[in-house]
């Protein structure tokens, strides 16, 4: 009996090894990498940065100058949980400064019989009446009422009503239009007004989210978001103005006039055109530049008309196919086939088979390209043009002109309400002056107004 008792001991203090043993072996390391797993972890996260955003470099080469875009959380693209670009508060700043403009054509209506109209009874009346004429928007950019929209939209109106965010209605005064660029500007009276803020149409990249906003189908303060598609893109001169910002954002017959917003809600473009086989949004949408349709309503509000400034040049856009014919090293540009005598580009040196590749600064290798950067600027305005002669690059500073062959601006109206001509040679010599224009007639304007000062 006490032999059993011993044994029964012993077999119990082997079973408690061999368990110390197990322990020793497979759980203290467990337990141990279970622990320090735990504290590469804390650790980890308290030298992590939570607001850095992995980066990411690629070169974007466009109708710009070719740049690196870094990805990361930068004001251009605000940023919300989980990465996706916030695209709410760039709505909350557009959407008050985004009107419904409704055009109005006025038309003789007849009430009465059949009988009466063709023998002439005494019972029936014609009467002007409003007529339908569809609706657009427009984009508020000044306190005291000034407002983009499309010419397009109010061409052949009587009148235009313009209705706000907030439901307050009134009658615009149509300032001016320029149908090369379908720009028109509006003015009501008011004041206190929320305009909205001008972005660069020329830093825009491929990919960058944007928002239209809009009344399409006269659905008022309607929101949409795409991406930049394209830039510079013609649509086969269906408009004088041949290059456009293409986005996929949905837009409709009603968006027109509206704003193209970036996603700090600044405004890239002007809604104009959608390409559909049906006339309803089918994924491709066109925005006029902003700082071509800036530049169109500065001068529509000062001079009464645009300002256009010419090269002087007769061109073509160089392709590999025409380089070889014609014996050119470069591949790409605009070909410069004539140029024309007295113009800018030849008081400026510029000669015949010289290819054009950039204005100031900005790539034209298309003639898009090229027609939007000259649309920015007006007659006298000095532009840095980079081109290549027999295979070397070379830079000139061109003084623009107008399609007259000088440097003056014109007006016939607008809020300065003068009529204005180019100096003549002898009227500078008298006045020693070198350039200026002179007021041959004045009407009611800011002009006038001032005249006595």
Same mark, same amino acid.
């Given at each position: 009996?006490?032999?059993?008792?011993?044994?029964?001991?012993?077999?119990?203090?082997?079973?408690?090894?061999?368990?110390?043993?197990?322990?020793?072996?497979?759980?203290?390391?467990?337990?141990?990498?279970?622990?320090?797993?735990?504290?590469?972890?804390?650790?980890?996260?308290?030298?992590?940065?939570?607001?850095?955003?992995?980066?990411?470099?690629?070169?974007?080469?466009?109708?710009?100058?070719?740049?690196?875009?870094?990805?990361?959380?930068?004001?251009?693209?605000?940023?919300?949980?989980?990465?996706?670009?916030?695209?709410? +508060?760039?709505?909350?700043?557009?959407?008050?400064?985004?009107?419904?403009?409704?055009?109005?054509?006025?038309?003789?209506?007849?009430?009465?019989?059949?009988?009466?109209?063709?023998?002439?009874?005494?019972?029936?009346?014609?009467?002007?009446?409003?007529?339908?004429?569809?609706?657009?928007?427009?984009?508020?950019?000044? +306190?005291?009422?000034?407002?983009?929209?499309?010419?397009?939209?109010?061409?052949?109106?009587?009148?235009?009503?313009?209705?706000?965010?907030?439901?307050? &209605?009134?009658?615009?005064?149509?300032?001016?239009?320029?149908?090369?660029?379908?720009?028109?500007?509006? &003015?009501?009276?008011?004041?206190?007004?929320?305009?909205?803020?001008?972005?660069?149409?020329?830093?825009?990249?491929?990919?960058?989210?944007?928002?239209?906003?809009?009344?399409?189908?006269?659905?008022?303060?309607?929101?949409?978001?795409?991406?930049?598609?394209?830039?510079?893109?013609?649509?086969?001169?269906?408009?004088?103005?041949?290059?456009?910002?293409?986005?996929?954002?949905? $837009?409709?017959?009603?968006?027109?006039?509206?704003?193209?917003?970036?996603?700090?809600?600044?405004?890239?473009?002007?809604?104009?055109?959608?390409?559909?086989?049906?006339?309803?949004?089918?994924?491709?949408?066109?925005?006029?530049?902003?700082?071509?349709?800036?530049?169109?309503?500065?001068?529509?509000?000062?001079?009464?008309?645009?300002?256009?400034?010419?090269?002087?040049?007769?061109?073509? +856009?160089?392709?590999?196919?025409?380089?070889?014919?014609?014996?050119? =090293?470069?591949?790409?540009?605009?070909?410069?086939?004539?140029?024309?005598?007295?113009?800018?580009?030849?008081?400026?040196?510029?000669?015949?088979?010289?290819?054009?590749?950039?204005?100031?600064?900005?790539?034209? $290798?298309?003639?898009?390209?090229?027609?939007?950067?000259?649309?920015?600027?007006?007659?006298?305005?000095?532009?840095?043009?980079?081109?290549?002669?027999?295979?070397?690059?070379?830079?000139?500073?061109?003084?623009?002109?107008?399609?007259?062959?000088?440097?003056?601006?014109?007006?016939?109206?607008?809020?300065?309400?003068?009529?204005?001509?180019?100096?003549? =040679?002898? +009227?500078?010599?008298?006045?020693?002056?070198?350039?200026?224009? =002179?007021?041959?007639?004045?009407?009611?304007?800011?002009?006038? &107004?001032?005249?006595?000062?």
């Amino acid at each position: 009996m006490l032999y059993s008792i011993e044994r029964n001991d012993i077999v119990k203090q082997v079973i408690l090894k061999l368990g110390n043993m197990k322990a020793t072996n497979y759980v203290l390391p467990f337990a141990f990498g279970l622990a320090g797993g735990l504290i590469a972890f804390v650790g980890g996260n308290l030298l992590v940065d939570r607001n850095e955003v992995p980066v990411v470099q690629h070169d974007i080469v466009g109708p710009g100058v070719s740049r690196p875009v870094v990805q990361t959380a930068n004001p251009a693209q605000p940023l919300a949980v989980g990465g996706s670009v916030d695209l709410r +508060e760039a709505a909350k700043k557009t959407v008050p400064a985004v009107v419904n403009v409704t055009p109005v054509q006025m038309g003789r209506v007849y009430y009465g019989s059949p009988l009466d109209f063709w023998f002439g009874g005494r019972n029936g009346r014609i009467r002007e009446e409003p007529l339908d004429m569809g609706i657009g928007s427009g984009v508020i950019i000044t +306190e005291d009422g000034y407002i983009i929209t499309n010419n397009h939209v109010v061409a052949q109106s009587d009148k235009v009503m313009v209705t706000l965010n907030d439901k307050r &209605k009134f009658e615009a005064k149509l300032i001016g239009t320029d149908p090369d660029t379908d720009i028109a500007l509006l &003015k009501i009276d008011a004041t206190g007004l929320q305009p909205i803020e001008y972005g660069n149409s020329d830093d825009v990249v491929l990919g960058e989210w944007v928002l239209a906003v809009g009344n399409p189908y006269n659905l008022t303060s309607t929101v949409t978001a795409g991406i930049i598609s394209a830039k510079a893109r013609g649509l086969g001169n269906k408009m004088n103005l041949e290059s456009f910002l293409q986005t996929d954002a949905a $837009v409709n017959p009603g968006n027109s006039g509206g704003a193209l917003v970036n996603a700090k809600g600044e405004l890239i473009g002007i809604n104009t055109a959608i390409q559909s086989p049906t006339g309803s949004y089918s994924g491709y949408s066109f925005a006029v530049p902003v700082n071509v349709a800036r530049k169109v309503v500065s001068d529509l509000k000062e001079f009464g008309k645009v300002q256009r400034a010419v090269l002087g040049v007769s061109m073509r +856009e160089l392709t590999p196919e025409l380089a070889k014919k014609i014996g050119l =090293k470069e591949t790409s540009g605009i070909h410069v086939a004539e140029v024309i005598s007295g113009g800018a580009a030849s008081k400026a040196g510029l000669k015949s088979g010289d290819v054009i590749i950039q204005i100031n600064g900005y790539d034209v $290798v298309t003639a898009p390209q090229l027609q939007e950067q000259l649309a920015k600027y007006a007659p006298g305005d000095i532009v840095k043009v980079s081109f290549s002669r027999d295979g070397k690059m070379r830079e000139v500073d061109v003084t623009l002109q107008n399609v007259f062959g000088d440097v003056t601006v014109s007006t016939e109206s607008g809020i300065l309400g003068a009529q204005v001509e180019s100096l003549t =040679k002898d +009227e500078q010599y008298r006045y020693r002056l070198t350039k200026g224009v =002179k007021i041959v007639m004045l009407k009611n304007g800011k002009f006038k &107004k001032h005249r006595s000062c």
